[in-house]
């Protein structure tokens, strides 16, 4: 049974930073290319970030790009998303996928999904 957990959200106040973290199980991880999604209430999923299956390919949204950083332990089957000059318009339902294929920025064709961590950056 294929399991995937985030977790690290919580509440901060702007120019702060967060780690979020997504545990994996029930896959073979490390072939798999991996991906932090985001929604915000009213708004569709967006892509922010996503990762290959070795980390050594890295590709961010326009609009994170230069304060998010993600990365990969394949030992741990744990994805990562390092969060600073967090803004108030990050605040949204942050989601980790995975995908078999290079499924880059596209939420469908994602394989397999978490059920989400909060994260609210005050202002």
């Known amino acids: 049974q294929v399991q995937v957990a985030e977790s690290g959200g919580g509440l901060v106040q702007a120019g702060e930073s967060l780690r979020l973290s997504c545990a994996v199980s029930g896959i073979t991880y490390r072939t798999f290319v991996m991906s932090w999604f985001r929604q915000a209430p009213g708004k569709d999923r967006e892509f922010v970030a996503c990762i290959s299956w070795s980390g050594g390919v890295t590709v961010y949204a326009d609009s994170v790009k230069g304060r998010f950083t993600i990365s990969r332990d394949n030992a741990k089957n744990t994805l990562y998303l390092q969060m600073n000059s967090l803004k108030p318009e990050d605040t949204a339902v942050y989601y980790c996928?995975?995908?078999?294929?290079?499924?880059?920025?596209?939420?469908?064709?994602?394989?397999?999904w978490g059920s989400g961590t909060q994260v609210t950056v005050s202002s």
């Open positions: 996928a995975a995908s078999v294929r290079n499924s880059g920025s596209y939420p469908s064709a994602y394989d397999y």
